[in-house]
């Protein structure tokens, strides 16, 4: 009898051993991200002026500008000085030589914009058209 209950005991431990090795304590994976995801498009800003004055890209979509300037500056909405057209498209402080600054368009509409540090300069004018 101690031998049969002897055998049980063992046998009862191997399995218990066998089916701890056998969970898993991970936690699963999130789920991959469902939807479109936003594009970034580049605007840089140099001594020639915007290298591109005209980009269209889709609500939510990230505009990165560029400053590869030898001076500083600070791309902001139309009119100047306000910048009321899209108050929250304002790089406030401004783009030092070197910098970059993005923004995500979370409006449609067809978005003019000028560099606050030389409003009157046409070449650092554009345009963000949002669909």
């Not at 500008?65 to 500056?73: G, I, Q, V, W």
């Not at 000085?81 to 449609?108: I, V």
């Amino acid at each position: 009898m101690k031998y049969k209950t002897l055998k049980l005991a063992a046998l009862t431990a191997a399995f218990i051993i066998l089916g701890a090795g056998c969970s898993s304590t991970q936690t699963p994976a999130p789920p991959a991200a469902t939807g479109p995801q936003p594009t970034t498009v580049a605007i840089t800003l140099n001594p020639q002026g915007l290298d591109k004055k005209e980009v269209t890209i889709k609500v939510g979509d990230l505009v990165e500008f560029r400053n590869s300037d030898l001076k500083a500056h600070s791309p902001a909405s139309d009119p100047h000085p306000s910048h009321t057209a899209y108050p929250e498209f304002d790089a406030k402080g401004g783009l030092k030589p070197g910098d970059t600054w993005t923004f995500k368009f979370e409006k449609a509409g067809t978005w003019k914009f000028h560099d606050h540090a030389a409003a009157k300069d046409k070449k650092f004018q554009g345009v963000v058209i949002v669909k």
